[in-house]
Every structure is written in structure tokens, then in C-alpha cells.
């Protein structure tokens, strides 16, 4: 691989039901990123990590969950998915975090449907 | 609040050149992005800002006026593989990137 890779590519789920969406990079970055894209809407920042270990909450959190247990594995829960949640989800990475300038590399996204 | 404006929309014809605006409001500024987005695709970096001035990259250019709070793109000899949406994204003071709802560029033959 080279690059991001997220699974599922798309995925239909009911409402209540728990989903993980996976990321994985093998560019050895320390920072990773997950986001939404909704129509009409900016990205979204749901959750980040600048290092393994450590995570953060972004703008829009609720509902989603995320472990960093390595480098190259940026998992996002869905606890108890609604429709709201419907959405495209795109995870990203950049060499670091923080004050460090660098750019942010994408996935090719997940798109997830809760009906 | 936090604020990144874009025209929805903008049309051009091949060939020539378009000027896509990025006005925004936000607690801090540590740089200023644009990215690329191909329908059904991932954005990809394009170009980056953090002092005030014109930085120049081939056929694309981008500028940034700090004070003004104020951006733009701009694409010269357009061509058919231009059409995508274009992303204004601002790191704010915690160095998270702010995006824009981004601006879909139609060009015409």
C-alpha cells in the first residue's frame, strides 16, 4: 500500500447499529485526522491525533469515538449510529502535528449511509 | 464564530483564467490552504500561505493578505481537468484547519 487506505468504501448501516470505519497509512506520519463532508458544508473535524497514544476532539465529536494505538492505524467508532451521521468520511495524515507546518494527505473516503 | 466564505460556484472557458476568492473570519491564523477536489475524490494539497504576498506554482497561483483577511486562486490556460471543487482552509489558533464549504469550477470547452 501506499498512501491512506479506509474501509469500508461504502457501507448502508440501520440506525442503533455499531460501526467502526478503518484507516490505515504507511507514510510513518504522526498526525492523523478524520472528517465529514457534507454537502453545502466545509470538512469537519470530528476527532485527531497528533501521536500515537494521544487523541483529540475536534468541532463536531459526539457520536464518534477513536483509538491511536499505533502509527499507522486511525480507527473511528460509531457507537450507536442515527441518520444524521449519514455523511462522507474522509481520515487524513500529516507528518506532524500541531505548530509544525505540513500538509494533510487524504483517503479516498468512506461514504456511510444510516437509514 | 469561526468563518470561511466562497462563492458556491464559478463557470470559465478553457483556456482562459479564474480568480476564485476566499474571505475569512477566524480565532487565529497559522496559514492558509487550498486544496483540490475531483467529484468522488479526495482533496489533494495545492498550495499554502502564511505570510502576506503571491506564491506561484505552474499554471496556479495563490495570494494572502493577512490583514484583510483575504485569499485567492488563481488559475491560469485553463483546461478541462481544472473542473473540480477548490478548498479554502485556514489553520486557526490551534492549529486545526477551519475548511470553507469549498467552490465547484465549471470550465467550458
Known amino acids: 500500500i501506499a498512501g491512506i487506505t479506509q474501509a469500508p468504501t461504502s457501507q448502508i448501516l440501520a440506525a442503533g447499529r455499531r460501526m467502526t470505519l478503518r484507516c490505515t497509512q504507511d507514510?510513518?506520519?504522526?498526525?492523523m485526522y478524520w472528517y465529514r463532508q457534507d454537502l453545502g458544508l466545509g470538512l469537519r473535524l470530528i476527532h485527531y491525533s497528533n501521536t500515537a497514544g494521544t487523541t483529540g476532539k475536534g468541532e463536531v465529536p459526539d457520536g464518534y469515538s477513536v483509538s491511536r494505538a499505533n502509527t499507522d492505524d486511525f480507527p473511528l467508532t460509531l457507537a450507536s449510529a442515527v441518520p444524521s451521521q449519514t455523511s462522507v468520511y474522509f481520515c487524513?495524515?500529516?507528518?506532524?502535528?500541531?505548530?509544525?507546518?505540513?500538509?494533510?494527505?487524504f483517503g479516498p473516503g468512506t461514504r456511510l449511509t444510516v437509514l | 464564530g469561526q468563518n470561511i466564505d466562497q462563492p458556491t460556484e464559478m463557470t470559465a472557458t478553457e483556456g482562459a483564467i479564474v480568480q476564485i476568492n476566499c474571505t475569512y473570519q477566524?480565532?487565529?491564523?497559522?496559514?492558509l490552504f487550498w486544496y483540490q477536489q475531483h467529484a468522488g475524490e479526495a482533496p489533494t494539497f495545492l498550495s499554502y500561505n502564511v505570510l502576506d504576498g503571491l506564491e506561484e506554482k505552474g499554471r496556479f497561483s495563490s495570494f494572502l493578505s493577512r490583514s484583510k483577511g483575504y485569499s485567492y486562486l488563481l488559475l491560469k490556460e485553463l483546461q478541462m481537468k481544472d473542473s473540480a471543487s477548490y478548498l479554502c482552509a485556514v489553520r486557526d489558533s490551534n492549529y486545526q484547519l477551519i475548511w470553507g464549504a469549498g467552490t465547484k469550477l465549471i470550465i467550458k470547452p
Open positions: 507514510m510513518r506520519h504522526n498526525a
Open positions: 487524513a495524515s500529516s507528518e506532524s502535528g500541531g505548530e509544525a507546518y505540513n500538509e494533510q494527505f
Open positions: 477566524t480565532s487565529g491564523f497559522n496559514g
